[in-house]
């Protein structure tokens, strides 16, 4: 069973501070990572995605992946009461092969 | 440009019906996949067309079926229902043949009494 696991939260960080996302998943040879934000009530938005080893940033949004320990995380630098949302990490086997989703990690930014 | 697009937005059913959800992706996009979530599951992946074809399935019953048309357009059907099918369905649409970022629609909210 090819799996993407997430910790459910709610993980609270006070406004400001960094917030660290994690995301694991079973399958050794997912091409591609993606993560999602989801609002309440609301569908899940696009807001990285990352194919390669290291790190990738855009704004105050920084993907970090590690195939050798199947790990993929989400910082978000700066938090602001309006980034809180559930993040769902997605992984990609590759090609046509279908997404899998974690079942999200619910942030929550203290003012 | 417009983006994906679900009718109805919100449904409600009684056990033993059927239901009809439609999705309409991005302009160009030819690769529309269906998702189901519920608070406890999460989101769970349906089916995946492209260019008409199913390529992918999820781990559903046979009542859950989909199609697509030749304008890339998509139905899923869901004969039967029941209780447990109250979810929140999302359709996502992808440009390419490759399956890498998804757009999603508002989905469709279904409630089966």
């Known amino acids: 069973q090819k799996e993407v696991e997430q910790n459910s939260g709610p993980l609270s960080v006070p406004e400001g501070a960094i917030a660290s996302l994690n995301c694991t998943y079973s399958d050794r040879g997912s091409q591609s990572f993606f993560w999602y934000r989801q609002y309440s009530g609301k569908s899940p938005e696009l807001i990285m995605f990352?194919?390669?080893?290291g790190d990738k940033e855009d704004g105050r949004f920084t993907a970090q992946l590690n195939k050798a320990s199947q790990y993929v995380s989400l910082l978000i630098r700066d938090s602001q009461p309006s980034d809180s949302a559930t993040y769902l990490c997605?992984?990609?086997?590759?090609?046509?092969?279908?997404?899998?989703f974690g079942i999200g990690t619910k942030l929550q930014v203290i003012p | 440009k417009a983006g994906v697009t679900q009718t109805p937005r919100y449904l409600i059913k009684t056990r033993g019906q059927q239901v009809t959800l439609s999705c309409s992706p991005i302009?160009?996009?030819?690769?529309v996949s269906w998702y189901q979530q519920t608070p406890g599951q999460g989101l769970q992946f349906l089916f995946e067309?492209?260019?008409?074809?199913?390529?992918n399935k999820g781990n559903f019953p046979g009542r859950f079926s989909g199609r697509q048309f030749s304008n890339s357009r998509s139905e899923m059907n869901v004969s039967t229902l029941e209780l447990g099918d109250s979810a929140l369905y999302l359709c996502a649409s992808s440009p390419g043949r490759e399956i890498n970022e998804q757009f999603f629609g508002p989905g469709t909210r279904l409630t089966v009494l």
């Open positions: 990352i194919y390669s080893n």
């Open positions: 997605a992984v990609n086997p590759g090609g046509y092969q279908k997404v899998t």
């Open positions: 067309y492209f260019s008409e074809t199913q390529r």
């Open positions: 302009s160009g996009h030819r690769s």
